[in-house]
């Protein structure tokens, strides 16, 4: 069964840092993977999704993820975070079947400290 | 604002009640999907509507169902409400029934006392 976990669910990193958020997926058919941002009291922002194109995505507000198909991974990168880039993130991953319904890692949220 | 709506924002009611969500997708998406997110569960897909027809069925109860009517707008009901349904109900949008990206409006949080 297809199914998706983030290490972490907390992560912690100082303003101006890198920010790293890891996603691993388990697949037997091709996926698609998504980033999603949920700031609190909101619905969630789609960031970034990988559709089997290239597998180095850029995404809004400065984030990217890279596709390892040997790795299982979609890791979410940032070069330098910010104080607005606090928020819950979820890796999501869909594949193609009657549905393409997004199945959710548990989340991730990030602190920024100041 | 991602152009997809969801009213009320919160409800407020007691177990045993019935309460409908509804949702309006944005402006020429055909498929809805419904997603509940709790504590305990995280954010689980629950069904989804393409075209006014149902084309998915996810972790949803025998006590909750949910209609796209032909305006695209659905709604979910929730009848015989516990305690443990109290959560935040999201809806999807997408332009088709494929990969393409969900639009999630704001959620309607669901507290039953």
């Known amino acids: 069964a297809q199914s998706v976990t983030q290490l972490g669910s907390h992560v912690s990193v100082s303003e101006g840092a890198l920010v790293l958020l890891r996603c691993n997926y388990s697949?037997?058919?091709?996926?698609?993977l998504f980033w999603y941002v949920q700031y609190p009291n909101q619905g969630l922002q789609l960031l970034l999704k990988?559709?089997?194109?290239?597998?180095l995505v850029k995404g809004i507000n400065g984030f990217e993820a890279e596709f390892k198909k040997s790795e299982t991974s979609f890791h979410l990168t940032k070069p330098s975070a910010h104080m607005s880039d606090a928020a819950e993130y979820f890796c999501?991953?869909?594949?193609?079947?009657?549905?393409?319904?997004?199945?959710f890692g548990s989340g991730t949220r990030l602190l920024v400290r100041p | 604002d991602s152009g997809v709506t969801q009213t009320p924002k919160h409800l407020i009611t007691a177990t045993g009640q019935r309460v409908t969500l509804r949702c309006s997708p944005r402006?020429?998406?055909?498929?809805v999907y419904w997603y509940q997110q709790s504590l305990d569960q995280g954010l689980q897909f629950l069904i989804q509507?393409?075209?006014?027809?149902?084309?998915a069925k996810g972790n949803i109860l025998e006590r909750f169902s949910a209609q796209q009517f032909p305006d695209l707008h659905s709604e979910l009901n929730l009848s015989s409400l516990e305690l443990g349904d109290s959560a935040l109900y999201f809806c999807?949008?997408?332009?088709?029934?494929?990969?393409?990206?969900?639009?999630f409006g704001p959620g309607t949080r669901l507290t039953v006392l």
């Open positions: 990988y559709t089997s194109a290239a597998t």
């Open positions: 999501a991953v869909s594949w193609m079947d009657s549905s393409y319904k997004l199945i």
């Open positions: 999807a949008s997408s332009p088709g029934p494929g990969p393409d990206t969900q639009y």
């Open positions: 509507y393409y075209n006014g027809e149902e084309r």
């Open positions: 402006s020429g998406d055909l498929s």
């Open positions: 697949s037997s058919v091709p996926p698609y």
